[in-house]
C-alpha cells in the first residue's frame, strides 16, 4: 500500500456567548429539589446536573443553591428566576485540506497522535504498530473479527479507548480497530468519533465542532 504523510495546517476558534435560563422552584426537600427549568421538570439531587446544566449543591426545606457555569444563586419556593449565564466555550477545529486530504494532531488515551481524517471508516482505524507504541494491549482486550480492506480481507482487532482528543474536542468511549501488519499507514479518524461531532464544510475548510 503506498504511504502518504500528510500535514494539516489547523486553528481553533472558542465561541462564547451568553444564554438565559428560565427557573422556578416547585418543591424543596433535603437534599433535593423539584425544578422547572426552561419549561421542563426536573428533579435533582445533591451534587447532580440537569441536562440544562443546572447543579443542585444544596436543598433544604427552606431555600436550594443552584450552579450554573460555576454560579451559584439561592433559590426559595416559588420564586420565578430568569438569570444569564455564560456558556462554555464552544470546541471547534478547523482544517485546510492538503493534495484534497485532511489531516490533524490529536491523543488517543492522553498520547500524541495524527490523524488522517477517513468518513469512509466506520471506526478510528490503526496498524498493530502504530496500536503497540501508544500503549494498547489490543489482542488482550480486543475482540477478534476480520474486516474488508483495500488489499482484501484482514484481521482487526475491535477496541474501545477511553479518550479520544482533537485540538479542543475530547470524547470518552470511542469504538476502533486494529488491524494486524502496516495498514493504514495513518490512523485513521473514522465515524466512530466523527458521528458524535458537528462536521460541516466551509468551501474546502473541514470544521469540526463539539456538541453540547
Given at each position: 500500500?503506498?504511504?502518504?504523510?500528510?500535514?494539516?495546517?489547523?486553528?481553533?476558534?472558542?465561541?462564547?456567548?451568553?444564554?438565559?435560563?428560565?427557573?422556578?422552584?416547585?418543591?424543596?426537600?433535603?437534599?433535593?429539589?423539584?425544578?422547572?427549568?426552561?419549561?421542563?421538570?426536573?428533579?435533582?439531587?445533591?451534587?447532580?446536573?440537569?441536562?440544562?446544566?443546572?447543579?443542585?449543591?444544596?436543598?433544604?426545606?427552606?431555600?436550594?443553591?443552584?450552579?450554573?457555569?460555576?454560579?451559584?444563586?439561592?433559590?426559595?419556593?416559588?420564586?420565578?428566576?430568569?438569570?444569564?449565564?455564560?456558556?462554555?466555550?464552544?470546541?471547534?477545529?478547523?482544517?485546510?485540506?492538503?493534495?484534497?486530504?485532511?489531516?490533524?494532531?490529536?491523543?488517543?488515551?492522553?498520547?500524541?497522535?495524527?490523524?488522517l481524517v477517513d468518513t469512509g471508516a466506520t471506526w478510528i482505524a490503526m496498524n498493530s504498530h502504530q496500536a503497540r507504541s501508544l500503549g494498547i494491549n489490543f489482542r488482550y482486550i480486543g475482540k477478534r473479527g476480520m474486516v474488508s480492506t483495500a488489499n482484501g480481507v484482514a484481521p482487526v482487532y475491535r477496541i474501545t479507548l477511553d479518550k479520544v482528543r482533537v485540538g479542543e474536542i475530547e470524547l470518552s468511549n470511542v469504538e476502533a480497530?486494529?488491524?494486524?501488519?502496516?495498514?493504514?499507514?495513518?490512523?485513521?479518524?473514522?465515524?466512530?468519533?466523527?458521528?458524535?461531532?458537528?462536521?460541516?464544510?466551509?468551501?474546502?475548510?473541514?470544521?469540526?465542532?463539539?456538541?453540547?
Amino acid at each position: 500500500m503506498k504511504k502518504f504523510i500528510f500535514i494539516g495546517l489547523f486553528c481553533f476558534i472558542p465561541a462564547q456567548f451568553t444564554y438565559a435560563l428560565d427557573i422556578i422552584i416547585l418543591g424543596l426537600f433535603k437534599g433535593r429539589a423539584i425544578v422547572k427549568i426552561d419549561g421542563e421538570r426536573r428533579t435533582l439531587k445533591k451534587g447532580k446536573v440537569s441536562p440544562e446544566g443546572v447543579k443542585l449543591i444544596s436543598a433544604d426545606s427552606q431555600m436550594a443553591i443552584l450552579e450554573v457555569d460555576g454560579q451559584q444563586q439561592e433559590y426559595k419556593l416559588g420564586r420565578h428566576v430568569g438569570t444569564s449565564f455564560k456558556k462554555k466555550e464552544s470546541a471547534e477545529a478547523k482544517i485546510m485540506p492538503v493534495n484534497g486530504m485532511y489531516s490533524i494532531a490529536g491523543f488517543i488515551n492522553g498520547r500524541p497522535v495524527n490523524f488522517l481524517v477517513d468518513t469512509g471508516a466506520t471506526w478510528i482505524a490503526m496498524n498493530s504498530h502504530q496500536a503497540r507504541s501508544l500503549g494498547i494491549n489490543f489482542r488482550y482486550i480486543g475482540k477478534r473479527g476480520m474486516v474488508s480492506t483495500a488489499n482484501g480481507v484482514a484481521p482487526v482487532y475491535r477496541i474501545t479507548l477511553d479518550k479520544v482528543r482533537v485540538g479542543e474536542i475530547e470524547l470518552s468511549n470511542v469504538e476502533a480497530g486494529v488491524l494486524e501488519g502496516a495498514s493504514p499507514s495513518e490512523v485513521l479518524l473514522g465515524n466512530s468519533f466523527l458521528n458524535r461531532v458537528e462536521m460541516q464544510r466551509q468551501g474546502q475548510v473541514m470544521l469540526l465542532k463539539q456538541k453540547f
